[in-house]
């Protein structure tokens, strides 16, 4: 009897330790695989636009993205994001710091169509028309691909790190009225884990849900994203804030973690800054220089 209750104390303390440990263990996974971005929204609209936005720090997410038009119709852009995101949890002996550490380069190339509204004298309590915006509606389609490593430290010993390929189509529908815009974008994804990496003493089953069931497929994980954004100010500067919503399956790991980002940031159209604008008679007409 006595053996019997010893065996059942026993019993009853690997229990408790197992569901400590997967507790911990479920903690441990529940990381940031996948960072969603802003998408292409610089709305470029005509040959020479030069266009910079940069993203307000905020939940450790910084990002930068440059626009450029060669000619009519074409747009090209390039970004950088950076992913820095830490938090307490607790284990089996404690609270632990884990982190996400994530950097990723984009490029797209695509066209759009800027259907200007008929133009109109300005009325007085508007600015001058050097820096208000032109009116009227622009459509785009953009294709690009972003390349990363998205890197989690679970605890002081064991991390693991992937690189991630993305693949968007994204279609965009813009209205700019005089000091503002107003955009929505929708995008297609396909994305892909890589050369994934563990140390630490993960175990085994932790390694089967990260490398075979929930981050690394040989096919791409394929889901879509929408983008709303609101810009305000002249032609030159402007601010905006903007909500980006991910539609995915959520018993899928590497989208459990941050459906919504919400930024806000700060947009420069350096070609607009850097033009050298012709002198004016007092009278109002242009001198050439």
Do not use: C
């Amino acid at each position: 009897m006595k053996q019997l209750f010893k065996n059942k104390k026993h019993t009853i303390k690997i229990l408790f330790f197992l569901i400590a440990f997967v507790g911990s263990a479920k903690d441990m996974l529940s990381q940031r695989y996948y960072t969603t971005d802003e998408g292409d929204l610089l709305m470029l609209s005509g040959p020479g636009d030069l266009r910079l936005s940069t993203v307000f720090p905020g939940e450790g997410l910084y990002a930068v993205q440059l626009g450029y038009s060669p000619i009519k119709h074409i747009g090209i852009t390039g970004s950088y994001i950076r992913d820095r995101f830490s938090r307490e949890v607790f284990r089996n002996f404690g609270p632990s710091t884990s982190r996400v550490i994530g950097d990723y380069a984009s490029v797209s190339v695509g066209g759009y169509f800027f259907a200007k509204s008929k133009k109109q004298k300005p009325k007085q309590f508007y600015l001058s028309e050097n820096v208000i915006m032109e009116e009227g509606f622009l459509f785009d389609l953009y294709a690009g691909y972003r390349y990363g490593t998205i890197e989690n430290q679970y605890s002081r010993n064991s991390n693991s790190v992937f690189d991630t390929h993305k693949y968007y189509v994204q279609l965009g529908a813009h209205w700019t009225f005089r000091i503002g815009t107003l955009s929505y974008a929708v995008r297609a994804v396909g994305l892909n884990f890589a050369n994934g990496v563990a140390f630490g003493p993960l175990e085994d089953f932790e390694l089967q849900d990260l490398f075979q069931g929930g981050i690394q497929d040989n096919a791409p994980f394929s889901f879509y994203e929408t983008s709303f954004r609101y810009q305000i100010g002249i032609r030159q500067v402007r601010i905006y804030t903007g909500v980006t919503t991910r539609f995915a399956d959520g018993d899928k790991r590497p989208f459990e973690d941050k459906r919504t980002v919400i930024t806000a940031g700060l947009i420069f159209e350096l070609d607009e800054l850097f033009k050298k604008r012709p002198a004016q008679t007092m009278e109002g007409e242009q001198l050439d220089n």
